[in-house]
């Protein structure tokens, strides 16, 4: 392998794993939010049961996410000098905006989401969750901004010595991709979110196990999916009509997988050989790919890659994009799937009963992240051979490291973020098979399966109370931590430290 493909081999590996985390957290954030935001409005503890458990799972994932993107950052100055010195200019910028903005934020708050619970007024903690995740979507927008930059760049000049130079921040900053590929990552960030939480909701409810926080946690979720999936594909065309299309015409053609412009069917499968410029075996779908592509005459073939770029040294690696694509899409129609077949059985009000149902999506957990992952491989190897898409070739970018070295930190990597992912899914094992009822010390009761009358208990007043009430026929002893401290407790406690 050469240097260049090392470097980038060791990126791919860095960024997919960094990846899995946002892909999870952001809108883990999100539910969060929504979730202490019920509590705090109708006091059913069974929200607050929800917070506190998914926040576990968010709290490890952030952590995570964060030592993995900084490793990142690391890799532009160490094997991409290159590209650091010449965008510098742009890029360094926009990720300082990151820092001020994401980081700080999320530095400020984040200790008051994971440990401020019973300890500040409600009011606070609210404010805290909101503030947390409004810090994972500045993060995720000013990350887009540079990526979409790169993919179709504008408001620059480039100096004599080959240097980015900035002539307009509005135009670098709303590039002709980032506002679609920004409403497209922050839906596909909710539904994979929203797909682990189903997923892990449908375990208890095949267990029959904290039936009040399964049932309420899978509605939700599956709600939220029926309801933005039909968005997301929507949205998910109009990239691709309106960004792929119009900046980026090799790499449309590499997602289609066709050498020649002589079809109107879409390649379920391709076995290619990019030497060759041809494919080895396919599964063709006549007239698909026209109907796809709304042309209803099918008269229209599909661009091939040769004749779209005849140049074998600046076409994209077909495979790699085909499969990426792939990935996202068929991923996408399983969760498409999922949330409209979710319509029937709720319908019928066999949502929480139908076990079959419940298997697949359970099994269906990691299909949102593995969407996203393939969504991104698409979109990183379809600009090759540029890494800013027709200004920087690659190759050009790279640092100049013995290959040596790059083998044992790729070898390095590999092992490391393996442990750490098997550590963090070992993580979520151990916490759904302890369950969301020992989250905290102490009692909050659920006392019934009835999702309107979750908890009466809340409005007692006393924790003492709660713990006392009996659980109802199918009720399950929720346990917590001290009473949230309420703005009226919190203005008590206050008054009696002063007197």
Known sequence: MTLEDLSRLQF?????????????????????????????????????????????????????????????????????????????????????????????????????????????????????????????????????????????????????DGTFVPTNWLEIIFNPSFPLRFLHMFLAVLISASTFIIGIAAWYLIRGRSLPFAKRSFSMAIGVLAVLLPIQISVGDDVALEVVVEHQMPKFAAIEGHWQTDSNGYNLLIVTDQADQENLADVEVPFLGALIGQDLTGQNF???????????????????????????????????GIAMAGVVPRLRGRLFTSHRFHKVCMWSAPVGILAIIGGWVTAETGRQPWVVYGRLRTEDAV?????????????????????????????????????????????????????????????????????????????????????????????????????
Do not use: C
């Open 302 to 336: 599909l661009p091939g890659l040769n004749d779209v770029e005849p140049d074998p040294d600046l076409q994209p690696p077909m495979w790699m994009t085909f499969w990426g694509f792939r990935l996202m899409f068929y991923g996408s129609m399983v969760l498409f």
């Open 12 to 160: 791919a590996l860095t960024a997919i794993f960094h990846i899995m985390f946002p892909a999870m957290t952001v809108g883990l954030s999100v539910f969060l939010t929504v979730v202490y935001g019920l509590y705090w409005k109708t006091r059913r503890p069974v929200y607050l049961q929800m917070f506190r458990f998914w926040r576990r799972i968010f709290g490890v994932g952030f952590a995570l996410g964060v030592v993995a993107g900084a490793v990142l950052t690391f890799e532009f100055g160490l094997n991409w000098g290159v590209f650091s010195r010449v965008t510098g200019p742009i890029i360094g910028p926009i990720i300082a905006m990151e820092v001020v903005t994401a980081f700080f934020v999320e530095a400020g708050f984040i200790g008051i989401l994971l440990y401020g619970d019973g300890r500040v007024k409600e009011r606070t903690m609210f404010v805290s969750t909101l503030l947390v995740s409004i810090g994972t979507l500045l993060s995720t927008t000013w990350i887009l901004i540079a990526n979409s930059w790169m993919q179709t760049p504008a408001g620059f000049a480039i100096a004599d």
């Open 399 to 499: 640092s100049d490291l013995a290959p040596a070295h790059l083998v044992f930190s790729v070898i390095g990597f590999v092992v490391l973020y393996a442990v750490m992912l098997a550590a963090y899914i070992g993580y979520i094992v151990w916490a759904v098979r302890r369950g969301p009822e020992h989250d905290r010390p102490g009692a909050i009761i659920a006392d019934d399966d009835d999702l309107d009358d979750l908890d009466a208990e809340a409005t007692a007043g006393s924790t003492g109370a709660a713990a006392s009430a009996s659980v109802g026929s199918g009720g399950t002893p929720v346990t917590g931590g001290s009473p949230p401290m309420t703005d009226g407790n919190a203005e008590a406690a206050e008054g009696r430290a002063e007197s």
